[in-house]
């Protein structure tokens, strides 16, 4: 696998061609994070509240301490647990779609939001795909509102990726809450990436499963919770 040089995948917007939102689904869901602006161009439901069903699909901007899923590539090395000695992923080798074993970054990328820096809460090869990976952050309390607020991606090894964005909004009680992922200590994440669009805009079609990772970051005990949705 070939050092790291992130890379962010975007949604296009026909309607404001200069913007560069990030693909990024709120964590276990179905959910998009985009303005709301780009929902209704795209034909989606906003509001995400307006619905407690994670298989939904919907959009709308982030609020400060969600959990979100960024989808990235060129992240480099990747191994069983992350350990640096182990045996990494070949260049195209598939990542077990079980998810075991998880195939995580030696190294671990710096998110922030705004130039504020996010949690990492995961950081890996997606299960079932090759060199597709995928980024698990909490949106920093502290975060800036905006439509269109800067995502930058950093690699230990100094190649970054400043070219995409995320919508914000300011706290008025978060999305997560209503499926229950807010909880400290915990977190979830997707899984499948499939080709094939689902909506105008996207350019693949993205099928989550998702599993927890309970007690993280010191344990890494792993319990599975596998049930895909197509969204």
């Not at 069903?53 to 960024?70: F, K, M, N, S, T």
């Not at 209503?178 to 499939?194: D, N, W």
């Not at 105008?200 to 007690?215: A, N, V």
Request: with cysteine.
């Amino acid at each position: 696998m070939s050092s790291a040089a992130p890379g962010v995948f975007t949604i296009p917007s026909g309607a404001n061609p200069k913007r560069h939102t990030a693909i990024a689904l709120f964590a276990g869901t179905a959910w998009r994070v985009m303005p709301d602006a780009l929902a209704r161009e795209l034909g989606i439901p906003g509001n995400c509240l307006d619905s407690i069903d994670p298989a939904i699909v919907c959009g709308e901007p982030a609020r400060p301490g969600d959990a979100v899923q960024l989808y990235v590539t060129g992240l480099g090395k990747a191994t069983p647990n992350g350990i640096a000695a182990g045996v990494p992923l070949a260049t195209g080798a598939v990542a077990p779609a079980d998810g075991n074993p998880l195939y995580i970054t030696v190294l671990r990328p710096q998110v922030t939001f705004g130039g504020i820096p996010a949690e990492v809460l995961f950081s890996g090869v997606a299960p079932g795909f090759a060199g597709f990976y995928q980024i698990n952050v909490r949106i920093p309390e502290s975060a800036s509102s905006g439509d269109d607020v800067p995502l930058r991606i950093t690699m230990p090894n100094g190649q970054v990726d400043a070219s995409t964005s995320i919508a914000i909004a300011s706290f008025l009680g978060s999305p997560m809450e209503a499926v229950g992922a807010q909880s400290l200590g915990r977190a979830t994440f997707g899984s499948h990436i499939s080709n094939g669009a689902v909506f105008p805009g996207w350019t693949r079609k993205l099928t989550c499963g998702f599993w927890t990772e309970s007690t993280m970051p010191a344990s890494r005990a792993v319990r599975s919770l596998w049930a895909p949705t197509t969204i």
